[in-house]
């Protein structure tokens, strides 16, 4: 964030947005603060911050299209926006003229149909970031990306109804996130672009990660994520273009790790338990399959999202040399190689 004579400008994306409108709220509108976050949209439109104070606000909040919007609030257990009425929870589009943009953080956004609707119309990019926040127990999909652009850093997509997150002819970028318990897949890519970095998806009850395309080109790049007890590891189409990196897949319930029919490129220091015969894996001469990782529970173990442990023995300590990042998904220091394979680096 910098600031320009009085101005906030916040760089998002490839954009410059600057703007001097900003509200705040909270549950009781009290010290000359709005009760309703949809209410200071409406009032900071179309540019502006909104400070949302500690509480839980019934409702469904609408990005007006052509708005540019910041949302900050307190903490995501702290902050709860519950779209009880059916909706998605906070959505923004587009029209044949323009496209909006939403910066949010630090909230919780549960009860509606689903959690983040970004949609894309006429070319017109609907535009989302969100970090350090938690998308939980809406009724399908946690977050859907329908053609639009979507940043997501150090966030819990945890217990939807359906897919954790759908990308469909979008782009996505999810680092340092988590995405577990949802009733459809963790991850599901169609004609979309989706990079996964340092990220956990976990005990999700249909595929962990889907790569599938039908007429859009689509690409998959995996790097540092570990995928574990899902109804079956990841499914990545030979159409697609994947490739796979320092990532674990492995402890599937109902299905292989690597599904039949997958074929993609591992970039190497990989470790798959077990494998389709059918599957087709370019490359990976330095990949491990047929073992297990050797994972604890999905938990608490430092920084802002859960993950497994890797626990002693495992034969994903120190056995990568390439792709790690400087850090793993708690924010923990990968040191000097060669580091841990999968989400975690143990001390």
Not at 320 to 332: E, F, L, P, T
Request: charged letters at 15%; aromatic letters at 4%; glycine letters at 14%.
């Amino acid at each position: 964030m910098h600031r320009r004579g009085g101005f906030v400008c916040l760089l998002f994306l490839t954009t410059s947005v600057c703007h001097a409108a900003s509200v705040c709220v909270n549950p009781g509108g009290t010290g000359g603060c709005l009760a309703s976050i949809q209410d200071a949209v409406t009032a900071v439109a179309p540019r502006g911050r909104i400070d949302v104070a500690a509480g839980t606000y019934g409702e469904s909040v609408i990005i007006p299209v052509g708005a540019r919007i910041q949302i900050y609030g307190a903490g995501a257990g702290l902050t709860i926006i519950d779209g009880s009425d059916g909706d998605p929870v906070m959505s923004l589009g587009t029209t044949a003229n323009s496209g909006s943009n939403l910066v949010i953080s630090d909230v919780t956004l549960t009860g509606g149909n689903q959690g983040l609707l970004v949609y894309n119309a006429y070319f017109k990019r609907a535009r989302a970031a969100i970090s350090r926040s938690i998308i939980t127990a809406n009724t399908a999909e946690g977050v859907n990306v329908t053609a639009g652009w979507l940043r997501m850093a150090d966030c819990s997509v945890t217990n939807n109804g359906g897919h954790g997150i759908l990308n469909f002819v979008g782009r996505a970028k999810i680092e340092r996130s988590t995405i577990s318990g949802n009733l459809g897949d963790g991850i599901r890519s169609q004609d979309a672009n989706s990079l996964v970095l340092s990220s956990t998806v976990s005990g999700n009850s249909g595929t962990g990660m889907v790569g599938t395309v039908g007429f859009d080109p689509n690409r998959v790049f995996v790097t540092a994520t570990t995928f574990a007890g899902n109804g079956t590891g990841v499914d990545l189409h030979s159409t697609v273009r994947c490739r796979v990196q320092s990532s674990i897949v492995a402890d599937s319930t109902s299905g292989p790790d690597i599904a039949a029919g997958s074929s993609f490129a591992s970039r190497g220091y990989n470790l798959f338990e077990t494998v389709d015969p059918s599957a087709i894996i370019d490359g990976g001469a330095t990949d491990q399959t047929g073992v297990d990782p050797v994972l604890g529970p999905l938990q608490d173990n430092g920084g802002p999202t859960e993950t497994q442990a890797l626990l002693a023995g495992s034969p994903a300590l120190e056995t990568s040399r390439a792709g790690c990042g400087r850090a793993d998904q708690r924010g923990v220091s990968r040191g000097l190689a060669p580091c841990d394979i999968g989400a975690f680096e143990a001390p």
